[in-house]
């Protein structure tokens, strides 16, 4: 069955990075885009990070951007989350979601999402 399965989170301390990862199965993994998503307690879901199918084309959250980087590596079925310089403010619950996409768009939209994953937490303490 279809399966995204998040790990790599954790206890850090602000500056401290993390690499998170998105181990897919169940379906042809290089058809999809690739998301990271995150939720804090109390807020809505929201986007972070997107890469297009092939590979060659990322995007990020103004909040994220120049301290993640979101790779993926299509013939190991994973995708990749490296967080560089979290800060408290990062701690949240990470997902990944995988959505199936020729186009080489960069998708932001969750609802566009086909699968996701159970979620990873990060918690970044000041």
């Known amino acids: 069955q279809v399966q995204l399965v998040e790990s790599g989170g954790g206890l850090v301390q602000a500056g401290d990075s993390l690499r998170l990862s998105c181990a897919a199965s169940?379906?042809?993994?290089?058809?999809?885009?690739v998301g990271w998503f995150r939720q804090a307690p109390g807020k809505h879901r929201e986007y972070v990070a997107a890469?297009?199918?092939?590979?060659?084309?990322?995007s990020y959250a103004d909040s994220v951007k120049g301290r993640f980087t979101i790779s993926r590596d299509n013939a190991k079925n994973t995708a990749y989350l490296q967080m560089n310089s979290l800060e408290p403010e990062d701690t949240a619950i990470y997902y990944c979601?995988?959505?199936?996409?020729?186009?080489?768009?960069?998708?932001?939209?969750?609802?566009?999402?086909?699968?996701w994953g159970q979620g990873t937490q990060v918690t970044v303490s000041s």
């Open positions: 890469i297009t199918f092939s590979g060659l084309a990322t």
């Open positions: 979601a995988c959505a199936r996409d020729f186009s080489s768009r960069l998708i932001v939209a969750p609802g566009e999402y086909d699968h």
């Open positions: 169940g379906f042809t993994f290089s058809y999809y885009a």
